[in-house]
């Protein structure tokens, strides 16, 4: 792993203490210790299917996405899908 890359060094902003210590204030999660990250290229076409975020041996209390796409200010909101 490149420890420089600029994704490497947004997984460890978000595992430093402070934000740690913000998302257990924010989400009144005490439990929070640790962020977990994944990084996703999607496609013109490809979709995110419906699913959990059950994963074996991991005990995730919270979720967030981060998108990041240069021309994603004006497509917001086209592509939206919720499921229950």
């Known amino acids: 792993m490149n420890r420089e890359h600029y994704l490497a060094k947004l997984v460890a902003f978000m595992n430093a203490p402070h934000f740690l210590?913000?998302?257990?204030?924010?989400?009144?999660?005490e439990a929070i210790h640790r962020t977990d990250a994944q990084a996703t290229l999607y496609r013109p076409g490809d979709f995110l299917t419906v699913h959990d975020d059950k994963t074996g041996g991991h005990k995730r209390l919270a979720a967030y996405v981060l998108n990041h796409d240069a021309g994603l200010a004006s497509r917001l909101g086209r592509n939206s899908a919720i499921h229950r």
């Open 21 to 29: 210590a913000f998302m257990r204030e924010l989400t009144g999660m």
